[in-house]
């Protein structure tokens, strides 16, 4: 998000406010037309986007007086503005960068939550008896063994698994799709790359794989940065080996 691209849509905004500010208000025009109410959708449009800039910006503590915003957009139509242009843009250009700095002061802080949560939950895990941690810090537990082969990295496999986050939040599963999945095992994640090859087929493990080993820093939506992931896998079939 850009401060001065939402600065200039708070602008818009409050032309469309402005007028309720007045000490004596006309008398609206009716909503009789098409044209009328495609008007006031859009002052209805503008006002809610301006109501969530500011919460926006209150939480991460920059705080914009909506009474100075109001009075430098009636400044600003009137020809008289109190701060040059030049000036208005170095201020602007700051309020971006105080923006940019305080979003990314926030970014660190819960990234280093998340870090320490993962890392506790890791160290708890691997202390429960019948979990193994290999070399890489992948976490395993046998849940079912059976004495089927075991894939190599280049083999292709065919797996039923679920998915979730350390605290229980299931974001994927394909018994839930009742449709197994098919994929080269040196196709996913590190963690499923080395996991896969410990089964046989027809054992079913549970794996706890450190966020070096999944999606690290990058955002997968529900999969948040240097999330902790837990999967239950089945291997159900190597489809094909090389």
């Given at each position: 998000m850009r401060v001065t691209t939402k600065l200039s849509l708070i602008a818009v905004a409050m032309l469309t406010l402005s007028a309720c500010q007045q000490e004596k208000q006309p008398e609206a025009p009716a909503l009789d037309t098409e044209q009328a109410k495609q008007a006031y959708s859009l002052g209805v449009s503008a006002g809610r986007y301006l109501e969530s800039t500011v919460q926006e910006y209150d939480k991460i503590?920059?705080?914009?007086?909506?009474?100075?915003?109001?009075?430098?957009?009636?400044?600003?139509l009137a020809g008289n503005s109190s701060v040059g242009d030049d000036e208005?843009?170095?201020?602007?250009?700051?309020?971006?960068?105080?923006?940019?700095?305080?979003?990314?002061?926030?970014?660190?802080?819960?990234?280093?939550?998340?870090?320490?949560?993962?890392?506790?939950?890791?160290?708890?895990?691997?202390?429960?008896?019948?979990?193994?941690?290999?070399?890489?810090?992948?976490?395993?537990?046998?849940?079912?063994?059976?004495?089927?082969p075991k894939p190599v990295a280049t083999d292709v496999v065919k797996v039923h698994y679920t998915g979730t986050l350390t605290d229980g939040t299931k974001f994927d599963s394909s018994y839930d799709r009742d449709a197994p999945a098919e994929f080269p095992l040196n196709r996913v994640i590190p963690g499923w790359t080395e996991g896969v090859q410990l089964m046989n087929v027809g054992s079913k493990y549970k794996f706890t794989i450190p966020s070096e080993l999944a999606y690290g820093e990058r955002?997968?939506?529900?999969?948040?940065?240097?999330?902790?992931?837990?999967?239950?896998?089945e291997l159900l079939e190597i489809v094909s080996a090389e």
């Amino acid at each position: 998000m850009r401060v001065t691209t939402k600065l200039s849509l708070i602008a818009v905004a409050m032309l469309t406010l402005s007028a309720c500010q007045q000490e004596k208000q006309p008398e609206a025009p009716a909503l009789d037309t098409e044209q009328a109410k495609q008007a006031y959708s859009l002052g209805v449009s503008a006002g809610r986007y301006l109501e969530s800039t500011v919460q926006e910006y209150d939480k991460i503590a920059v705080s914009l007086n909506s009474e100075l915003i109001l009075q430098g957009v009636k400044d600003g139509l009137a020809g008289n503005s109190s701060v040059g242009d030049d000036e208005i843009q170095t201020l602007l250009a700051s309020l971006d960068e105080q923006y940019r700095a305080k979003q990314a002061e926030i970014a660190t802080a819960e990234s280093e939550a998340v870090i320490a949560a993962g890392k506790a939950y890791l160290e708890q895990n691997a202390s429960k008896e019948g979990v193994t941690v290999t070399d890489s810090g992948l976490q395993y537990e046998v849940l079912e063994s059976a004495d089927g082969p075991k894939p190599v990295a280049t083999d292709v496999v065919k797996v039923h698994y679920t998915g979730t986050l350390t605290d229980g939040t299931k974001f994927d599963s394909s018994y839930d799709r009742d449709a197994p999945a098919e994929f080269p095992l040196n196709r996913v994640i590190p963690g499923w790359t080395e996991g896969v090859q410990l089964m046989n087929v027809g054992s079913k493990y549970k794996f706890t794989i450190p966020s070096e080993l999944a999606y690290g820093e990058r955002d997968m939506g529900v999969i948040t940065p240097h999330s902790v992931l837990v999967f239950e896998v089945e291997l159900l079939e190597i489809v094909s080996a090389e």
